[in-house]
């Protein structure tokens, strides 16, 4: 008998909103839209535009399949953290300038239906595990590299949560007890190094120590424009300085991502953001600077492997936190 | 009704080798006894020895309680890794130069009672929360600190073990890419400057560097004598020096707990040890440096304190991992 039944997936985030309608049993994602996310203009108009999407994404997805009215069983919401699960309360998001925000019930509210509230990058893990790169294995650490670096784990099919739902915060991870200085104000955190924007400030600093490369050019002479976009650009265009840049990143992650195999010694590390882009630039000296690091028997049972959802695992991660919570284990 | 059931609980350590009866429901240790490991006269005289070892502390048990003979329903036993749970074997041991070794059982068949076999640091955390000091708590890590740092974490209730067994070990974490050489082959490991001869190799070079210190008198003359314990008896007797690589190795060492708890959010961090002597010394600033670098949620919800099971751990948590595995979830 087919299963009629349907969860919205909600994938809150810095710059986009995504949101989808995505099958109980798994399945390609109906009804998909995404918007910027534009959280200058204020928590209402962010919140109202989710559920303007929600609304749409429903109605769409009503009209891609013969979906009852009866078949929306509820809505996961991926959202930066930290936030406080059993209240659905975003605690604090600098991005969004939130703090001790109710979003699960404004939404849960206004829509009419039940929902459950994540922290986005552990429902791009579970996401990951139940749909895409990790469906065959039964632990795996998910990466996020943006903005800023998230990480989500998830354990015999459930996300790993932690004493206070901030399990997983990898980026803020010390690789280097001196060295760059982090946005949170530490030193040597992940994410000085490996983030979008440390990737970048990284090339600009060998850029203007006077290293030759088509990043100048490719950034039209301003190289407060170069983006870790730019570096990928390069490296495709034959860069040899933005290779260096990357194959630097990677060591860089490596370090990171050992210390993660070491601890966890998960089956598989998922790997997503635009930096995988870069492609075998990224996970051939990943992989090299994790098997110098990590502990044999650790990094032999480990794949580290890329996202294959892309940026669907947030709307489908969401959903099946949704399905998670209320109705238990995945399949 | 009293419980008659009793488990035995074997330690082997790179030194020493610990046996103990312990009840099932809990309780002091009978029968305990403790005996140098002499890995050097070989693999069978160490088990010939843990053999007697355990018939002697059944025996004596068997006297100090009116444990009747069908009693004794098993045999946890903790030894260093990593190893092969499902077949019983370790599969490597540099402190012991044992491979692929089938310790399991060599001991279950030889005195005809089932048995378990796990890592020693998983066994030591899975006893500090069954009877020590997490006995409150719900998940917690423990980090052993002697001749290398190792370590176990413990998940509702169960020993998290990973893909291939060898979660937690955390003592090869990198905490400084390009910094000191490890045992290992790897630079910066988190134990190659807080193990026990880490912490006495960092004292020396400063000795050698011509610091005014106690430590040189205590070590009668001969640097190549200073110990982790040489300098724990300089801090007692005041020593500034002593204090101060005492604070750096705090330091060091909250950097990795600070990873760990950013990682896994725990509730708890036991650290056991002989450095744990050094008390507030050692305590207090390595609270300092985990608050200075781990996100805040995560170092609010965690408590890092000393063991409270001290050498006992690895006894009463090796009849534990007996219990988990053969009767389920402890109380």
Chains 1, 2 share one sequence.
Not at 9 to 35: A, E, Q, W
Not at 179 to 205: Q, W
Request: hydrophobic residues 40%.
């Amino acid at each position: 008998m087919a299963d009629d039944r349907y969860i919205v997936g909600v994938d809150l985030g810095g710059t986009s909103i995504n949101v989808g309608v995505v099958p109980f049993g798994g399945g390609p994602v109906l009804g998909m839209r995404s918007m910027p996310t534009e959280p200058g203009r204020g928590a209402k108009s962010v919140v109202d535009r989710m559920n303007g999407m929600i609304r749409e994404a429903m109605r769409d997805a009503r009209r891609e399949a013969s979906i009852p009215e009866s078949g929306y069983v509820g809505i996961g919401i991926g959202s930066p953290g930290p936030l406080d699960r059993a209240s659905g309360t975003v605690i604090e998001t600098p991005n969004l300038g939130w703090r001790n925000f109710p979003l699960r019930d404004l939404i849960a509210n206004e829509m009419g239906l039940d929902a459950v509230l994540d922290n986005d990058a552990n429902a791009a893990a579970l996401g990951e595990y139940w749909l895409g790169a990790g469906k065959d294995v039964d632990s795996l650490l998910a990466l996020t590299l943006g903005t800023g670096i998230g990480g989500g784990i998830v354990l015999g099919g459930r996300v790993y949560h932690g004493a206070s739902d901030v399990a997983g915060e990898v980026g803020h991870m010390t690789i280097d007890p001196t060295g760059r200085r982090c946005n949170c104000g530490n030193y040597g955190c992940l994410e000085a190094y490996a983030s979008g924007p440390a990737i970048a400030a990284r090339a600009v600093e060998g850029l203007r120590s006077g290293v030759a490369s088509a990043l100048p050019e490719l950034a039209e002479g301003d190289l407060s424009e170069v983006t870790a976009e730019t570096v990928y650009q390069a490296i495709v265009a034959g860069d040899l300085y933005a290779k260096e840049v990357m194959r630097e990143t990677a060591a860089f992650l490596g370090t990171g991502v050992a210390n993660l195999i070491n601890i966890l010694n998960p089956a598989m590390v998922v790997i997503s953001g635009g930096v995988t882009r870069a492609g075998d630039h990224l996970f051939e000296p990943l992989r090299g600077e994790v098997r110098r690091r990590a502990f044999r028997q650790a990094a032999d049972a480990c794949r580290i492997v890329a996202s294959e959802l892309g940026d669907m695992a947030g709307v489908i991660g969401a959903a099946a936190t949704y399905r998670v919570e209320r109705f238990g284990e995945l399949d």
